[in-house]
């Protein structure tokens, strides 16, 4: 009779310890085919179980193939069922993640385009949401369109026509898990290997990696104070499409005017290609009301993509795409390809939360926090930096830009700011294709930090960086 431990003080149950403890012995070759098992009453009594515990671990064993019963004579180890195992060369441990949990405990993160967390309408999206589940159609709760509910569709056409100026049916609107699965969406549509793409500089790390994945190049253009200077559009080029962020350029905040946007549908129709809008935090404009969308001027030119992660939460996995009518049908087939569609519990909470004019109360609510926000992060920067520090791009959004006077910032400068001054900033160099230009700029991003945490934040980024700097009285 072979022994098997088993714990009655464990979470697993006492069935699948037996059937666990008897698969591992008979792969690793511990019982050996043809080798006859105990009889399930005789095994139950050694083990102290019930016999029904020990029947349930047999018939698993004899569903899979470990066992089988020969009538009238017992269960046998089944022939084939020993797999050598290979020594183990990588061990796991919960070691790093404790230390780099306790590294960052204490660090203050301006990190970028993340809201304030702790400020999600919970509350009033939860009510939303028990409301859908309870009264919604039994039928949303099955497969639904790779392009979106139609509620939701319909919802954010009238939405952003009201406040974005956006043009569209609901039939160009995609649905997508956020905009890094929209942009993927465009980067699989348009663009194959070699294919050139025209894009802002600086720009994400994360749209450069998304756009060059298909095997294509990056075509940069310098971005200044007013957005993508499209006086450097290239001649006798055929992009696979231009990308920009002209409501809110990343990261160095400009605002495109007229003049450059007119200029760049006028090239994007002499090479005939697409322009891929990004309009990823415009909803909080703090002087005026959200710039119109570039979309608005050329709906059959001009691909739009939007998130609520900014808004509301990245948690939410929400955003889209609007396509003009030739790209929807591959877009939707490519979609369904993807994750066959979008959540639609999330979707229908989203469509009533904004036809009920929830997202706009918070909107507005946010804009009143955020640019609160911004106006200290300033205050502090003048405070502890004086004239060796200029903000710019600070008109929209969740972060500003520091310049800084005779400093650089090095990936070494900034681990060391991490590690040592528990403060971790964002250099836009870090975002640069072609690098040397803005090696003097940092992205402070201020959504989701408290008035006292930027205070703190900004004396130790001064601490950091200038040491015997005597701060200037506010």
Known sequence: MFWIPIDRSLEIPLTRQVYEQIRRRILHAELAAGECLPPTRQLATHLGTSRNII???????????????????????????????????????????????????????????????DMFPRQMWGQTAKQVCMETSNSIFGYGHPEGTNHLRHTLCRYLKRTRGVECHPDQLVITAGATQALSLVAHLLLSQGDEVIIEDPITQEIQTIFSSPGSVLYPIAVDELGMRTDLLPLHKTPGFIFVTPSHQFPLGGVLPIQRRIELIQYARAVDCFIVEDDYDSEFRYQGAPINSLQGLDPDRVIYIGTFSKILSPALRLGYLILPPALTKRCKDLKWFTDLHTPSIEQLTLAHFIDERYLERHIRKMKKVYKTRRDYVKLCLIEQFGTLVNVSGDSTGLHLIAEFSNITFSNEKVNELMKEHKVKIYPVELHTIEKGRHRNKVILGYGNLTMEEIEEGVRRLKQALIPGLTSCNR
């Open 55 to 117: 029947v349930e671990a047999y018939e698993q064993l004899l569903a899979e193939g470990y066992i089988e019963a020969r009538q009238g004579s017992g269960t046998y180890v089944a022939e084939g069922a020993c797999l050598a195992q290979r020594e183990q060369t990588v061990s796991f441990t919960t070691y790093e993640a404790e230390q780099e949990q306790q590294d960052t405990a204490d660090l203050i993160d301006f990190r970028s385009g993340l809201p304030a967390l």
